[in-house]
């Protein structure tokens, strides 16, 4: 697994296998991650989809469209 990752909730992070960096709070945040890397997700399933680097998802579902984008700011939004 990747190093110097934190993640807190049910889900969170749980697929990831080399990104590093990333800090994570919430059901489900950034669950489909595998090797994106310094991502902070906050809130139930921010940033659900997303496999890029350096994307901040804050709120409840805020970025779960965002899949392979980097260097994202969702606050609160879905994303496209």
């Not at 991502?39 to 899949?67: C, F, M, P, Y």
């Amino acid at each position: 697994t990747g190093g110097g990752n934190t993640a807190v909730g049910a889900g969170a992070l749980a697929n990831t296998t080399s990104g590093g960096g990333n800090t994570v709070l919430g059901l489900g945040a950034l669950i489909y991650n595998a090797a994106g890397s310094d991502n902070v997700a906050v809130g139930r399933e921010a940033l659900l989809q997303s496999t890029g680097h350096d994307n901040i998802g804050l709120g409840s579902v805020a970025g779960w469209r965002l899949q392979t984008g980097d260097h994202n700011i969702l606050i609160g939004h879905p994303g496209e």
